[in-house]
Structures are given as C-alpha cells and as structure tokens.
C-alpha cells in the first residue's frame, strides 16, 4: 500500500526562523511529489517535484526531491505569521491520483 | 478568473436526512475529484471522473454517490449521512489524466446533528 509520512505533525516557530518540513513515502511507480499548503479552507498548490537534486524554489520557499532516499524536504525561510497553516505532501504513483499525508501543522507567532 | 467553486460552504444535516454537495469549474479540466477531510487528517479520496468515466475507490461506502452531468459540474450525494460523515469535503480538478496537478475547491464543510 501506498504511504507518505510527515514530519513533524506540529511545530511552533517565531516570526524570522527558518523551518523545514519532512516528507517521506512508500510507492510503487513513483512519479511525482507535491507539496500544498492548507489554510482554513481549501490546499493551495506550492511545488512538484519529479527530479532528485533540483530545488523547486518560490520567494521564501524551497523544495527538494531525494528518490534514492524517498524522501522531500520543505524549508521556508525568515516565516511570517501568514505562513501559519497545515503543509500537505502527496505522492502520485499513476496507480491513484494522489496519495496524502497527514501533514505538518505549523504554528508562525509574533 | 478560472477557479474551482464549492456550495455550499457549510451544510448542516440530520442523520439520515440526504444530502447533496456541488462543484463547478471553469477550468475545462476533464478529471474531478472527491476527497473526504477528517480533522488533522489527509484528505482521503472518495471518487474522480475522468470525463464521464466514474472511478470509485474500494473503501469509499456505498452511502456516498457521484454525479457529473456535464464538464463543469460534479455532485456528491450522501443518501444517509451518519455522525462519522461529518468532515470537510473537498473538490479538486486536474487537466487531465496523468496531470497530477490538482486544484481545490475552498470546500464544503458538513456537519451532521
């Protein structure tokens, strides 16, 4: 059975740490990695990942893909209060359209 | 703007009473998607369209059905809806098959009594 397993489950930061959000999985016909992150509504999509050792970069936000290890790593630099959200990591395999983890919460304070 | 549009936002039923949620989109996108968001928990899929063509996952419960009668549009109908059905439920599309990029609806948040 497919399996994508984050961590932490929660972390709390203050305003200007740096964090960095772990995603590790277990697929058959792997294919791509995804990050997302939910608010209080709906998941925003922020990365897709299909090559190890290319970082995915977008403001204060990065992502990288190791396959050999099975794993993805999400950093986010100097974090505002406005990152605070849960962080979504998915896995498609071709097999079903994604497969979730169960996320990262992460707390941002002033 | 192209977007992925949910209603209700919040629903309130009563055991057992039917339920129906709806999804629109103005993407073109020929794949939908149903998941299921318990609290602190992924979101689970329930079903997707790939055009007309319906694909249910094994362990979704027969309580829950799907409609899509054209491009734009997908329902989700819960023919009786029990405590444990309360979650959010969202509502994603993808180009299309292979596309693994999935946008979201804001979701319908349902609450059972």
């Known amino acids: 059975e497919d399996k994508v397993v984050q961590s932490p489950l929660s972390l709390v930061v203050h305003e200007g740490d740096t964090v960095t959000l772990n995603c590790s999985y277990e697929v058959t016909n792997f294919r791509s990695l995804l990050w997302y992150k939910q608010e209080k509504k709906a998941p925003t999509f922020l990365f897709m990942l299909t090559s190890s050792g290319i970082e995915k970069k977008s403001g204060r936000l990065s992502s990288i893909l190791d396959k050999k290890e099975l794993f993805s790593i999400l950093n986010i630099t100097a974090t505002q209060t406005g990152d605070s959200a849960v962080y979504l990591c998915a896995v498609y395999s071709g097999n079903t359209p994604l497969v979730f983890g169960k996320g990262t919460r992460l707390s941002v304070i002033a | 703007d192209a977007m992925v549009i949910q209603n209700p936002r919040y629903q309130v039923t009563q055991f057992g009473k039917p339920v129906t949620l709806s999804c629109s989109q103005t993407?073109?996108?020929?794949?939908m998607y149903w998941y299921q968001q318990k609290s602190s928990q992924a979101p689970k899929l329930l079903f997707h369209?790939?055009?007309?063509?319906?694909?249910n996952e094994a362990d979704t419960p027969d309580n829950f059905q799907s409609r899509r009668p054209n491009t734009s549009f997908c329902f989700l109908d819960i023919r009786s809806p029990g405590l444990g059905d309360a979650a959010m439920y969202l509502c994603a599309t993808s180009r299309d098959r292979g596309q693994e990029t999935q946008y979201f609806g804001p979701g319908t948040r349902l609450l059972v009594l």
């Open positions: 369209y790939y055009d007309k063509d319906f694909n």
């Open positions: 993407l073109n996108h020929n794949v």
